[in-house]
């Protein structure tokens, strides 16, 4: 693989919560489930995802014989195990991530996906867009809700509220949404799939803060996105949806909880 990507903090100054890491053959990108700062681990996310991210990339680089399911499962293990002491790690808010992984075996491209981050894998004629939906079909409808409301009335902090409630209670519990945190449980409920190398001819890493262009934008579509990461390269579009923010700074053409998001963007040639 050739890679390149792009990655930005949502604000000038604050912590950047994304994490990227890519070698000849693997790469992997981590979203940090933003969480208030009382969350039961004194670390905080920048640290869960850098230690989580680091060891999901040397199990699935180093140990081939492992399916990257299980890979994810070690490395949420050894996760917890650096702070399990030290940290709540049984409360619903503490230190968690979506996931992408992507790595090649011989004549063979596999991927897992696990929550809202998206894999964009494009064929000679087709392009595939892979990524998790539980969390938008279990807080789309009150997020939808929320965004009825003029940002910051009363009205909407109340359904913003309430949205976050619904989502904390719903994370990785049966019928629920997942997301890799201190229970390496989670790695069994990622997308996961398997490609002949020679049907793949790149492929793209978003979180979500980059893929709001074309989900929660609409500025453009996949086939659009995967264009511009080709002749243009990630900065540009994470450049692009910096854009779109700035343009609608106080939410009213594209409600959202986040004016400005953390945003990385992998572009990957196979």
Not at 190 to 204: E, H, I, N, P
Request: aromatic letters at 6%; glycine letters at 8%.
């Amino acid at each position: 693989m050739r890679v390149e990507f792009a990655t930005e903090p949502g604000h000038p100054g604050k912590p950047n919560e994304d994490f990227v890491v890519a070698g000849p053959t693997t790469l992997v990108l981590l979203d940090g489930v933003t969480s208030p700062a009382d969350n039961g681990c004194k670390h905080g996310v920048n640290w869960f995802v850098e230690r989580l991210g680091s060891a999901l990339f040397t199990h699935s680089g180093g140990r081939p014989d492992r399916s990257l399911g299980e890979c994810l499962h070690d490395a949420i293990e050894d996760t917890a195990a650096l702070h399990v002491d030290a940290c709540d790690l049984v409360r619903p808010d503490a230190p968690a991530a979506t996931v992408v992984v992507a790595r090649i075996i011989e004549d063979r491209l596999e991927y897992l996906v696990l929550s809202d981050s998206t894999l964009l894998i494009e064929g000679e004629d087709d392009l595939t867009v892979i990524t998790d939906d539980r969390t938008d079909v279990i807080g789309g409808p009150l997020r939808r809700a929320r965004d009825a409301h003029p940002v910051g009335t009363p009205a909407y902090l109340t359904a913003h509220q309430t949205y976050l409630d619904t989502l904390r209670a719903a994370r990785n519990v049966p019928g629920g949404y997942w997301v890799a945190a201190a229970d390496p449980a989670a790695a069994s409920e990622a997308l996961t799939g398997t490609l002949r190398l020679s049907d793949v001819q790149a492929l793209a890493a978003l979180t979500d803060g980059a893929s709001r262009l074309v989900d929660r934008f609409g500025l453009s579509d996949w086939d659009g996105l995967m264009t511009v990461l080709r002749h243009f390269g990630p900065a540009e579009l994470l450049a692009r949806v910096r854009a779109a923010e700035a343009s609608d700074a106080d939410g009213a053409r594209w409600p959202r909880g986040k004016t400005c998001d953390d945003a990385t963007a992998v572009w990957a040639l196979i």
